[in-house]
Structures are given as C-alpha cells and as structure tokens.
C-alpha cells in the first residue's frame, strides 16, 4: 500500500482526512486510487494508520481507520547529521539515502571549506531538500518525514552539540579509535546521536582541533578516505547496524 501523511488535527475517532494538494494529485493521477482503496497513512508523530477511501476530492481525501498502532519502522535513537554543506548536486543524495537508513534530521552546514555560489537564494535549496526528503520517506514507508533545517554556521553547530548523548566526528586524521570502539564500548543505548561530516576537503585544521577538544568522539570509518557524500551514509549504516539491528 502506499504511504501519505497528515496531521493529528485531520485525525479523528473513525476517520482520517489528507489535505496536502501534491499528494491528494499524486493519488489521483499517478496511482489513480478510488474509494475502496487502501492506504497506509502516519500522522508524523507517533501512530500509523490503515485506511480504506471514502472520498477522493480536489480539496481532500477522507478515509475510514482500519488499523491503528504506533511505529513500527522508526530507530529508538534519533540521529541527526551535521552535513557540511557540499558542491552541486550532492546533497540529494546524502539527504534520500540518509532518509531511507534512518535519519532523524539533517542540518546542512556553512564551513570554512565550504563553497556555495550562491547564498543569497539558499531557502529555495531548502526547500528543494525537504522535497527530496518527503519523497524518499514514502517509498521506505517510515513514520515520520525528517526535518531538513535551514543553514547553520560552523560555531552554532557547536553550540548544539552539548544536547546529544553522543557525538560521533569521523575525521580523517584519525586512525586508532574506529566507530565500532566508541559503539560497543557504550553503556547504555544514546537517544540521540549526532553525526559530523565535513564538506569536499574536509574541516580546516582550526574547526578539527575545536571539534577534538570539545565532547566529541573522533573516530576513523576505515582504511579509506570517503567522499563527503559517502561518509554520512557509512558512519549512520554502523550506528544503526550496531544499535538498532
């Protein structure tokens, strides 16, 4: 079945209405649903729902609840990504396949090493990357779509380090302490963890040295120097291997 999202307000006792415009045309011209059909639908907060349409109309889609029960397809440890903010198309990518491994959230960040053409327009970027996040969280089917913040600076990414029971910097430079040491040495499972990943070059030696000498945990991915684009989705594949599998 396929998989669309509301909001707890559209939810009531027997039935559940869609009101998102793209999704309702989605429905109508790519699926071609019609009452009687069944849909899986999550209110992005805590419960997923199976429904059969009642009514399928340019305004709204109304569907009986069939089923209710709570997630079944989301981590127990909220990952975010601190992804410094890289050339051309490569965000996309980090953002559909870091979706579709299990992200929480994902924060694109201005560097010292980073190079955008053109910072002035960045909302549309935003924009354009939550797109890509809503579309790759409906064909994994999770419960909630993840949020792709709007950019931050280097220093204010710093400053909200100190929220996360664990912070994970895959640096280059290191090559003793692997990400599998810091995992299977820990206590208790984090509830949140934070992922940093520089862009194309890496950090400057300045951000590094801040990074290391703050609570972070440097860890080595492996043998190899990945792309930016790969980093994030390798070091998130452990965390989740080694914490949620």
Not at 197 to 213: N, T
Request: include cysteine; hydrophobic fraction near 40%.
């Amino acid at each position: 079945m396929s998989r669309f999202f509301t909001t707890p307000e559209n939810i009531g006792d027997k039935t559940i209405r869609i009101t998102d415009k793209q999704d309702i045309q989605h429905m109508i011209k790519v699926l071609r649903l019609r009452e009687g059909d069944r849909i899986d639908v999550s209110d992005s907060v805590r419960w997923e729902y199976e429904t059969e349409i009642l009514r399928i109309d340019k305004e709204y889609v109304e569907a009986v609840i069939l089923d209710k029960q709570k997630f079944t397809n989301e981590p127990f440890t909220k990952v975010t990504l601190f992804q410094g903010v890289p050339k051309q198309g490569k965000m996309e990518l980090i953002i559909q396949k870091t979706v579709e491994l299990g992200i929480y959230e994902i924060v694109p960040v201005f560097t010292d090493r980073t190079i955008v053409a053109d910072n002035g327009n960045f909302s549309k970027k935003i924009e354009r990357w939550q797109k890509v996040s809503d579309e790759a969280v409906k064909q994994c089917k999770r419960g909630i779509i993840p949020n792709v913040d709007g950019n931050i600076t280097f220093s204010k990414m710093v400053s909200l380090l100190e929220g996360f029971d664990l912070v994970l910097f895959p640096y280059e430079n290191e090559d003793k302490t692997t990400i599998k040491d810091v995992l299977r040495g820990l206590e208790h499972q984090p509830e949140t963890v934070a992922i940093i990943i520089g862009p194309e070059g890496g950090f400057s030696d300045k951000e590094a040295d801040l990074l290391k000498s703050i609570n972070t945990e440097c860890v080595t991915l492996g043998k190899t120097t990945l792309r930016t684009e790969t980093a994030g989705m390798a070091a998130l594949a452990m965390v989740m291997y080694e914490l949620e599998l």
